[in-house]
């Protein structure tokens, strides 16, 4: 599966059959009005496909089409462990659909081929996997009461559940809330980013091939204001989890007050601060995952690491070696090519908008120590950004407090440990953070101070499924994997019983 070559790739994109429809009732549809959006390849500009666009006539076929599942219980009716049994064919599906479930990634968001083959697909199967042990696990409770009453609470599935997700992990990011929501026993409606949206529609196709019933899983794809505002407003909707910028975030809050006060979990923005304090235990490892944290996926992560906090007596060995680093581990190519560790951000307009930041930024008074390459000729067409580093001697620039998801970090040097923490707590965001040191206690005073969902210590972007995800102020309101998402999807039910009438 992962030893073919960059010639046998360009051959397989060639036959790649591409589902353009939306996905309602079981089975591709074209959306109401024949309407139409572009899928453009960001390697190269090119046209990939012209997918069914859905708007709110679609949004509410979808919608209807969960709901009569829900009615009849087609899904949540079924014993907890035929439910699980569906849910690990599922997984086992997407393994043996590896290769075309990575040539649609690749092709329409630009991550190189190796790292959806060797990273975001085995999360993707580790995460439903993960789900469906969960499902027979979930326990309810009986209080003790007085003994002429029993007590129980239940946790019941919501209903049907709408998911908005964003387009730099397309698969990952859409099951780690698809997976949790159905292993509730909810029917969902999956909106994709309309820029990468091929992935996702033919999950939902290999859910029902894997004995999941008609109804339970709909993909509307479309555009965000459009499908997205419609899903977020729609009275039959009971909660919608969203993925995305925290601009968009607050929207839908307005949303879904103004309709039926459904739940909203909200996994927004990030800045995420990496503090590399004067004790470090190993400069060459801290500098090593320090680059990984924030040009993997090109940037386009919401906890990257865009804020490198570094002891002033490190830092210009620091910057030295995270320069030599970043040299040698990521050099743009054809995404297509297993060699690449590189490839173009989503699209054009993120590419102009990255580039617009940088400029701001050095307008502002950033220095730039490293990026703005010349590309190879061959890649000009593409939306790609060099790695790109950017030295700040003060943290109100609009590079250290904005996020800009792309290849783009700045560094800033500090003093005291009181004088990190206040750096990294400076943030309208608090997604993730990390703390490098050999002292116990102060990774413990860190990880306590940090104003942060996700903490990490001596290491950047580690966890399983066991590790819950979400953040702080703008960064959002949920947690990903772990029991708790699960629990998030579910509602529970206070049940008395009168036992001495």
Known sequence: ??????????????????????????????????????????????????????????????????????????????????????LYKFADLIEQHANELALLETLDMGKPISDVLNIDLPEVTKTIRYFAECIDKMEGAVTHTAPEALHLILHEPLGVVAAITPWNYPMLMAIWKVAPILAAGNCVVLKPAEQAPLSCTKLAQLFVEAGGPAGVFNVVNGLGPEAGKALALHPDVIKLSFTGSTAVGKLLLGYAGQSNMKRVALETGGKSPQIFLSDLYDLDAAVDRAVGGIYDNAGQVCNAGSRLLVHRDL???????????????????????????????????????????????????AQLVMGRETLPAQFAAGAYVCPTLLVCARADLSVVQEEIFGPVTTVLSFETDEEALALANDSVYGLAASVWTRDLKKANHFVRELEAGVVWVNCFGDGDMTQPFGGYKQSGNSRDKHMMSLLSYTQSKSAWFNMGA
């Open 315 to 365: 830092h210009d060995e620091f910057v030295k070696r995270f320069i030599a680093r970043t040299a040698q581990t990521y050099v743009p190519g054809d995404p297509l090519n297993p060699a690449t560790t590189l490839g173009p951000l989503v699209s054009h307009a993120q590419q102009r908008n990255v580039q617009g930041r940088i400029q701001r930024g050095l307008q502002e008074g």
């Open 1 to 86: 599966m992962h030893s073919l070559s960059h010639q046998d790739w360009l051959e397989e994109a060639k036959h790649l059959n591409i589902a353009t429809g939306l996905f309602l009732d079981g089975q591709y549809v074209p959306s109401q009005d024949g309407a139409t959006f572009d899928c453009i390849n960001p390697a190269d500009g090119s046209l990939i496909a012209k997918m069914a666009k859905g708007q709110a006539a679609d949004v509410d076929a979808a919608v209807a089409s969960g709901l009569r599942a829900w009615n009849d219980r087609r899904w949540r009716g079924l014993a907890p462990r035929a439910r699980m049994q569906v």
